[in-house]
């Protein structure tokens, strides 16, 4: 995750920050005691300061199927006085409600649709994504296609991107992971294809250390120099936890290719409060020197899982202290389903508070998940140990080899994978809070400490 999508994302409280593609792509149905709801539609409004009234800009409209899938996402723009289609994605699944063909057009531009065509192994992974493109005539020709091949242990092996040219598949990129003993992902290696020597050649790789509880401590990124044929660093990001597993600080470094040497860049530290919630957020910038304060974020809750206000301060070299820089503030519904927040700037020449930006979210009823008491049969049986997590670490029992993904209070995927039969360990980088564990129907909730 680059630093700038961080920011975002711990700004907004891990909640409503994704763009509006990845929360349209990744939000699920949610148990709440009977049934659950499913984001039906959003909208943008951005503030006129000199009209003094909101005026609408983006909007997204979700179409679902009885099992609770998105099949269609319509986007919008507001160009006075109407709603503009600005993109379409379809979504088609094969007989085990996997993904088969997603088609993304957008009109007016036919050369920019794109279909993508999903195939999958025997344990449900995906092994080949096949992307076409419209031609002048309106019919879909192949454009690219990604090969995916995985370990004996199920985790991905190498990635290979061939474009179609002249009727003919030709390499173009492929990255490659290797994994230590525990099978964590040590480095990946990207690849272009060099169509002169007929030969794979590097473009740069991360390579990741782990610590003693299994998350990363160290990830450096390296780009390849041809003329030298050597890795050459380029970024590196040390991290460290609390006892919980929560990350505490995040230190990124830059390297200078004239003095050889690693350069302060970014630095982000954070505080919790006794529920393990995020209460403090302080980002620093280095020049080479040492670090200079640049933001600092404060975090307010409610019902203990629900952030009801991120505040944000900028540091004022002049004064050398923080100024109120900017808000955002969420509310919910009584289950917990965020319906708006609202983001503001302070301007400090009036001393007041001004309206940017803010974003309605909408639900329907969705499909009921098992609850326990309906007489409802799960295709899989889970268990789920120790519960309350404290230590960042839950075991998983299942009784058949399966996909699963853990959503948070929001509806929101926060983790995902693929259970064994047997115990399964998963680390929980997370914050403290509820969460709940979904696997071909059957679904436990997972409290983290």
């Known amino acids: 995750m680059n630093k700038l999508n961080k920011m975002i994302i711990m700004l907004v409280c891990m909640i409503s920050t994704l763009s509006t593609q990845a929360?349209?792509?990744?939000i699920i149905p949610f148990m709440h005691g009977n049934g659950s709801k499913l984001l039906k539609a959003d909208r943008d409004n951005s503030w006129d300061a000199n009209a003094l009234q909101w005026n609408p800009t983006d909007s997204l409209l979700n179409t679902y199927d009885a099992q609770g899938?998105?099949?269609?996402?319509?986007?919008?723009?507001?160009?006075?006085?109407?709603?503009?289609?600005?993109?379409i994605k379809k979504t088609s699944y094969n007989t085990n409600g996997k993904e088969h063909i997603i088609i993304d057009s957008l009109p007016n531009s036919f050369s920019i649709s794109r279909k993508y065509i999903f195939t999958y192994n025997t344990t449900g992974q995906i092994t080949l994504i096949e992307k076409q493109r419209l031609n002048s005539s309106f019919n879909w020709i192949q454009a690219q296609r990604t090969q995916i091949s995985y370990t004996a242990t199920g985790k991905t092996n190498t990635e290979l991107t061939e474009v179609y040219i002249n009727s003919n598949w030709t390499n173009d990129?492929?990255?490659?992971?290797?994994?230590?003993?525990?099978?964590?992902?040590?480095s990946v290696t990207y690849e272009t294809w060099n169509t002169s020597t007929s030969a794979w050649v590097p473009d740069g790789r991360k390579n990741m250390t782990y610590n003693a509880a299994g998350l990363v401590q160290t990830k450096i990124e390296q780009t390849y120099i041809t003329a030298t044929n050597?890795?050459?660093?380029y970024s590196k990001d040390d991290y460290t936890y609390n006892a919980n597993g929560k990350e505490l600080t995040d230190i990124r470094v830059d390297w200078n290719l004239g003095t050889n040497t690693w350069v302060n860049k970014y630095k982000y530290t954070s505080v919790y409060s006794t529920n393990n919630r995020v209460s403090t957020l302080t980002v620093e910038i280095g020049y080479g020197i040492g670090w200079q304060n640049f933001q600092k974020t404060f975090y307010d809750y409610i019902n203990t899982d629900w952030c009801n206000l991120a505040k944000s301060l900028s540091w004022n070299a002049t004064t050398a202290q923080y100024d109120t820089a900017s808000r955002t503030n969420f509310i919910y519904d009584a289950n917990g389903y965020l319906t708006k927040y609202i983001y503001d700037m302070y301007n400090t020449s009036l001393n007041t508070w001004v309206n940017t930006y803010e974003k309605f979210y909408w639900y329907i009823a969705g499909p009921s998940w098992p609850?326990?008491?309906?007489?409802?049969?799960p295709r899989i049986q889970l268990s789920v140990f120790p519960n309350p997590v404290s230590n960042g670490i839950v075991y998983v029992n299942a009784d058949k080899k399966t996909d699963y993904v853990i959503s948070n209070m929001q509806?929101?995927?926060?983790?995902?994978g693929q259970l064994q039969v047997g115990s399964n360990s998963i680390i929980l980088n997370l914050q403290a809070g509820t969460y709940i564990i979904h696997a071909e129907g059957a679904s436990s909730k997972i409290v983290v400490q």
């Open 230 to 233: 050597t890795f050459v660093n």
């Open 23 to 26: 929360q349209e792509e990744y």
């Open 173 to 186: 990129i492929r990255t490659v992971y290797t994994y230590n003993a525990a099978d964590q992902n040590t």
């Open 411 to 416: 509806g929101q995927i926060v983790n995902r």
């Open 371 to 377: 609850t326990g008491i309906e007489d409802v049969t």
């Open 69 to 87: 899938r998105v099949t269609q996402m319509v986007y919008r723009s507001f160009i006075a006085p109407n709603w503009n289609i600005t993109r």
